[in-house]
């Protein structure tokens, strides 16, 4: 059964309908496990002009419910008589439940998805898209609702990863190029690979950014602009850049948002910035790792970075401005005026860097 509340012209008041889906006349046409290009997805036709379209994405250790999107068509004189408007329309939903690869997604609680226009209920869902072997898992995942409904104790890891074990390290994100384009060509270069650190409960969580599958939009203004990232699971991710003493410019926001693979959303901001900071007219360069600290839950690692925010010139980077990271020169005189305890701190340090890196590891998001 299928309960959808629909106002059948965009705009006009609600209508409040609830399709009882008998499967028999329901087509599913279009359903596919997905190839090459595309991701596998279910597609349910029913009623005169009405479908139903569920569409998931696969990452490394889990997948994501990624989009429901539903159409109606006003021309059904039946469940339409009084529409103003006749037509096939359109609602769309980015759901991203994001559940580990091989489970169950289970939700016995009522989900509503949609507003304004269409709302769709949906409960007792069972899905698994990305079955292992052609055998259906018997683990489930339940959604927050679902946990929260009974009050069973979390699940704490019964096998703690022993300490001799060391996980590969993290391995460096691949360098995105993104662009934004307003009406007098391109107005704003980055090149990046973006590596995110979740920290939760003492625990590290580290996210790769893969540039392939990351859309990226934005604006530009005289005295601010913008890159927004999205993803399945990146709801958006904001660079805000700003110009000040009217002769440089720095990234002075990030707001992010994301989806985590239990289902909550995770956001935070901070517009009290001052990274990457280079003169108007110039680019700002770091080839080396960078870290961006938005909060103390929250860093961002820059690898291979460029950014032009401003004044970009027939869509190249002008001159880059390295950070002092970059510049050898530099770090040599500090390493040797360090002296020999100087020499044993920077070892113990870097041992404990490497040990946290460590068990980033073991939490996946
Ligand atoms: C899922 O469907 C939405 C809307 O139809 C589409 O924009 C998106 O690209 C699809 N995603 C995949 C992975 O096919
Ligand atoms: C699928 O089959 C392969 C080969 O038999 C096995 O190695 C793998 O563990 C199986 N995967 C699952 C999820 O059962
Ligand atoms: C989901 O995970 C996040 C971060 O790990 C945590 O803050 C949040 O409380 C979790 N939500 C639920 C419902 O478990
Ligand atoms: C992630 O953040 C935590 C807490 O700030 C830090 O200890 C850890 O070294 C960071 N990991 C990476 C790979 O940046
Ligand atoms: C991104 O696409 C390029 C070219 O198609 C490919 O070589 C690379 O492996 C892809 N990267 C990831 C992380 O999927
Ligand atoms: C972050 O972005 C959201 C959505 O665009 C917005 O509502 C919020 O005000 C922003 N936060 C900050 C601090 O700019």
Redesign the pocket.
């Known amino acids: 059964m299928v309960c959808f509340r629909l106002a059948p012209v965009p705009g006009s008041g609600l209508l409040l309908l609830c399709l009882v889906l008998d499967l028999g006349p329901a087509t599913y046409s279009g359903s596919s496990c997905g190839d090459d290009q595309n991701g596998p997805k279910i597609a349910v036709q029913f009623g005169s002009g009405f479908s139903w379209i569920v569409n998931f994405t696969e990452e490394t250790s889990f997948y994501s419910i990624d989009n429901i999107s539903f159409s109606y068509n006003t021309n059904d004189n039946t469940t339409f008589p009084d529409a103003k408007e006749k037509g096939v329309f359109t609602v769309s939903d980015h759901v991203a439940f994001r559940v580990p690869l091989n489970d169950i997604f289970r939700c016995s609680s009522l989900l509503t998805l949609g507003k304004n226009d269409v709302v769709q209920h949906y409960w007792d869902v069972h899905v698994q898209a990305f079955v292992q072997n052609g055998t259906v898992s018997t683990k489930e995942f339940l959604c927050d609702k679902d946990k929260t409904l009974t009050t069973v104790l979390p699940i704490v890891p019964t096998t703690v990863p022993s300490p001799t074990t060391t996980p590969s390290p993290k391995e460096k994100p691949e360098v995105g190029s993104y662009s934004v384009v307003n009406s007098n060509g391109t107005c704003l270069l980055a090149t990046m690979g973006l590596q995110l650190n979740i920290t939760h409960d003492k625990v590290a969580s580290v996210i790769n950014i893969n540039p392939n599958t990351t859309n990226f939009t934005g604006s530009c203004h005289p005295q601010t602009a913008l890159l927004r990232l999205s993803s399945s699971s990146i709801k958006?991710l904001?660079f805000v850049f700003a110009v000040k003493n009217e002769n440089r410019f720095y990234l002075k926001?990030v707001?992010v948002?994301m989806y985590l693979v239990n289902g909550s959303v995770f956001s935070i901001?901070n517009?009290n910035l001052s990274y990457w900071d280079a003169p108007l007219g110039s680019s700002y360069m770091c080839n080396k790792e960078q870290t961006v600290s938005v909060s103390g839950a929250f860093q961002i690692n820059t690898f291979d970075l460029r950014v032009q925010p401003f004044n970009v010139m027939e869509g190249k980077y002008s001159t880059a401005q390295e950070c002092s990271l970059d510049d050898d020169t530099i770090l040599i005189p500090i390493i040797v005026g360090a002296g020999l305890s100087g020499l044993i701190i920077v070892i113990v340090i870097a041992y404990l860097i490497g040990r946290r890196k460590s068990y980033a590891g073991y939490q996946t998001l």
């Open positions: 958006y904001d926001e707001n948002s901001a517009n």
